[in-house]
Nanobody, 129 residues
């Protein structure tokens, strides 16, 4: 049974950094592209970062809103997905979800939630001074 458990969310000041974690079980993460989704208040959930299967050297995608500030990575041995967040702004406030993609390679439609078949309960990130 597929399980994804996110952690690491917190309340931080603008300009701060966080590292989010996703522990995956019930499947081998190396066989799937993995993504991070975000739902900010008043908006629909959307993909913000996607990591392709490692061995294939597939591409990594980021949304324009997080490009250059967030980094997605994975620990293949531990079946863990990470999201490093830096230079945070109040607009980054929201619930962050780890998600398993239905494909092995990320592509231009990585921000479409229909590309993902499982996600966790999410972890809250709040940016406030």
């Amino acid at each position: 049974q597929v399980h994804l458990v996110e952690s690491g969310g917190a309340s931080v000041q603008p300009g701060g950094s966080l590292r989010l974690y996703c522990a995956a079980s019930g499947f081998v993460m190396d066989n799937y592209a993995m993504g991070w989704l975000r739902q900010v208040p008043g908006k629909e959930r959307e993909g913000i970062a996607c990591s392709s299967i490692t061995e294939a050297g597939g591409p990594t995608y980021y949304s324009d809103s997080v490009q250059g500030r967030f980094t997605i990575s994975r620990d293949r041995n531990g079946n863990i997905l990470y999201l490093q967040l830096s230079n945070l702004t109040p607009e980054d406030t929201g619930i962050y979800y780890c998600a398993r993609a239905v494909v092995g390679y990320c592509s231009d439609n990585f921000d479409d939630t229909s590309m993902y078949d499982f996600w966790g309960q999410g972890t809250q990130v709040t940016i406030s001074s």
